[in-house]
């Protein structure tokens, strides 16, 4: 092989390396921008503590355990002051519900998790909560999305159908659950 061909051979494997470098540096731009973009969030505001929490998660992932800590501790059983794993499955569906109605994903939480205790309670008191309510197994909250017409909120929660839908125009919220698809009017 002569010089000048394996100078130029040379020249070219470099220039495929640099131009590799460039391309491999604008895929993880990409990448980066994509991973952002997969991130999402949901604010809770505990009407019964007045605390505010706002959690950032991934798209598909969920949240990480941290993050998960700390949405368990905002939807505890205020009354006893008593935390329940939750159902990860739900802070999607809030982030999606809030993206299918235009709005931001800020609610205002009316009830999370309920222990057997106060659902018991609540129940023997005449308030309406099903005797075996998904708020004890920390698979439901009943929620008000700020800005969102209530009705507006329950269709979306109807038309999305990946859990039960109560209605309660009365007392101005939507029961969210991750159970069985099905579908309620209260007060």
């Keep these: 092989m002569s010089g000048g061909s394996w100078t130029r051979r040379r020249c070219t494997l470099l220039g495929l390396g640099a131009l590799a ?4 540096s604008a895929s993880t731009r990409v990448s980066a921008s994509a991973s952002a973009g997969s991130q999402r969030w949901i604010e809770l505001k505990n ?4 605390e505010v929490l ?7 992932a969920g949240p990480d355990p941290e993050t998960l800590a700390r949405l368990q501790h905002q939807l505890r059983d205020y009354r006893v ?3 329940h794993a939750m159902d990860a499955a739900l802070y999607g569906l809030l982030a999606d519900l809030a993206e299918a109605t235009g709005h931001e994903a800020r ?9 057997p ?7 023997a ?8 309510s998904l708020h004890m197994e920390g698979r439901a909250v009943d929620v008000r999305l700020l800005g969102c ?5 329950r269709n979306a929660a109807l038309k999305a159908g990946r859990g039960g839908v109560g209605y309660y125009p009365s007392s101005n919220f939507v029961h969210i659950d991750t159970g069985r698809v099905r579908t309620w009017t209260g007060r």
């Design 54 to 60: 706002k959690a950032t998660f991934d798209r598909d």
């Design 149 to 153: 017409d209530l009705q507006t909120y």
């Design 21 to 24: 470098g460039v391309l491999m």
């Design 125 to 132: 008191e005449g308030h309406g909560v099903a005797e075996h």
């Design 107 to 115: 609610y205002e939480v009316i009830s999370g998790y309920r222990s």
């Design 47 to 50: 009407l019964h503590t007045g």
């Design 81 to 83: 002051n008593e935390e």
């Design 117 to 123: 205790r106060t659902n018991a309670k609540l129940h």
